[in-house]
C-alpha cells in the first residue's frame, strides 16, 4: 500500500464542506429519501436531510495528520502496544458503519514516539468511505514509513453493521484484519 495514498484529493474530502457543497448533500439525502418512497418534508422527517448531510461530512473529513514527534531519552528494546483505540468507519461498499477497536505495537529503533501517534493515525484512516482491510494496510504503512521503528504491527477487530443489520443479521461478528511490517512481519496472528 501506498502510505500518501490518505492524502488522494479524490480519495477522502480534503477540507470542511462548502455551503455549497452542503447544500448538494442536502438535496441529494432528500431525492434519495424521495426514491425510497419517504416524504422528508413530512414533520418527522423535518431536517433529517441537513442532519444526515452533515453527519456524513464530518465522518468522511479527514485532518491532516502532525508530523512524527519523538520523545527524548533512551528507547525500549520491547514491543510498545496500544491497545483498545476505538474508531468508527463507513464501509464503502454499502455506507453502513462499523466500529472497533485497533490495536498498534511498535519495536522502537533510537526513539520512541508520542503515545497519542497511533490514536491519531488510526482516526485519521478511519474517516472516509473505507474497507477494514485497506485501512489496517494504511495504517500500517503510514506508521513503518515515519516512525524509525525496526517493526510495526496493526491488529484491528470490528463490527460490520451491514453484515449486522442486513443479509445473514449477525450480529456481534467480528472481522480481525492484520498487517505486520518489519521485524514484526513474522509474527502470527
Same mark, same amino acid.
Not at 69 to 78: H, K, L, N, Q, T
Not at 137 to 164: F, K, P, Q, T
Given at each position: 500500500?501506498?502510505?500518501?495514498?490518505?492524502? %488522494?484529493? &479524490?480519495?477522502?474530502?480534503?477540507?470542511?464542506? /462548502?455551503?455549497?457543497?452542503?447544500?448538494?448533500?442536502? @438535496?441529494? =439525502?432528500?431525492?434519495?429519501?424521495?426514491?425510497?418512497?419517504?416524504?422528508?418534508? !413530512?414533520?418527522?422527517?423535518? *431536517?433529517?436531510?441537513?442532519?444526515? !448531510? @452533515?453527519?456524513?461530512?464530518?465522518?468522511?473529513?479527514?485532518?491532516?495528520?502532525?508530523?512524527?514527534?519523538? =520523545? %527524548?531519552?533512551?528507547?525500549?528494546?520491547?514491543?510498545?502496544?496500544?491497545? %483498545?483505540?476505538?474508531?468508527?468507519?463507513?464501509?464503502?461498499?454499502?455506507?453502513?458503519?462499523?466500529? &472497533? #477497536?485497533?490495536?498498534?505495537?511498535?519495536?522502537? *529503533?533510537?526513539?520512541?514516539? *508520542?503515545?497519542?501517534?497511533?490514536?491519531?493515525? #488510526?482516526?485519521?484512516?478511519?474517516?472516509?468511505?473505507?474497507?477494514?482491510? @485497506?485501512? /489496517?494496510?494504511?495504517?500500517? %504503512?503510514?506508521?513503518?514509513?515515519?516512525?524509525?521503528?525496526?517493526?510495526? *504491527?496493526?491488529?484491528?477487530?470490528?463490527?460490520?453493521?451491514?453484515?449486522?443489520?442486513?443479509?445473514?443479521?449477525?450480529?456481534?461478528? /467480528?472481522?480481525?484484519?492484520?498487517?505486520?511490517?518489519?521485524?514484526?512481519?513474522?509474527?502470527?496472528?
Amino acid at each position: 500500500m501506498n502510505p500518501e495514498r490518505a492524502g %488522494d484529493p &479524490g480519495r477522502v474530502a480534503s477540507g470542511a464542506m /462548502t455551503d455549497e457543497s452542503t447544500e448538494r448533500a442536502e @438535496r441529494a =439525502v432528500a431525492d434519495l429519501l424521495r426514491a425510497l418512497g419517504e416524504d422528508p418534508d !413530512a414533520d418527522r422527517l423535518r *431536517g433529517t436531510p441537513a442532519r444526515v !448531510a @452533515r453527519t456524513l461530512g464530518d465522518l468522511l473529513h479527514r485532518e491532516p495528520l502532525p508530523a512524527v514527534s519523538f =520523545v %527524548d531519552g533512551p528507547a525500549s528494546r520491547e514491543l510498545v502496544l496500544l491497545r %483498545d483505540i476505538p474508531f468508527q468507519s463507513l464501509c464503502e461498499h454499502h455506507l453502513l458503519p462499523f466500529r &472497533g #477497536v485497533a490495536h498498534v505495537g511498535y519495536l522502537p *529503533g533510537e526513539r520512541l514516539v *508520542g503515545v497519542s501517534l497511533p490514536v491519531r493515525v #488510526v482516526d485519521h484512516f478511519a474517516r472516509g468511505l473505507q474497507l477494514q482491510e @485497506r485501512m /489496517t494496510e494504511e495504517i500500517a %504503512d503510514w506508521l513503518d514509513a515515519r516512525m524509525n521503528a525496526r517493526g510495526v *504491527g496493526v491488529v484491528i477487530e470490528a463490527e460490520h453493521l451491514c453484515m449486522s443489520f442486513r443479509g445473514i443479521g449477525s450480529p456481534a461478528t /467480528t472481522l480481525r484484519t492484520s498487517a505486520f511490517r518489519g521485524e514484526l512481519e513474522s509474527l502470527p496472528l
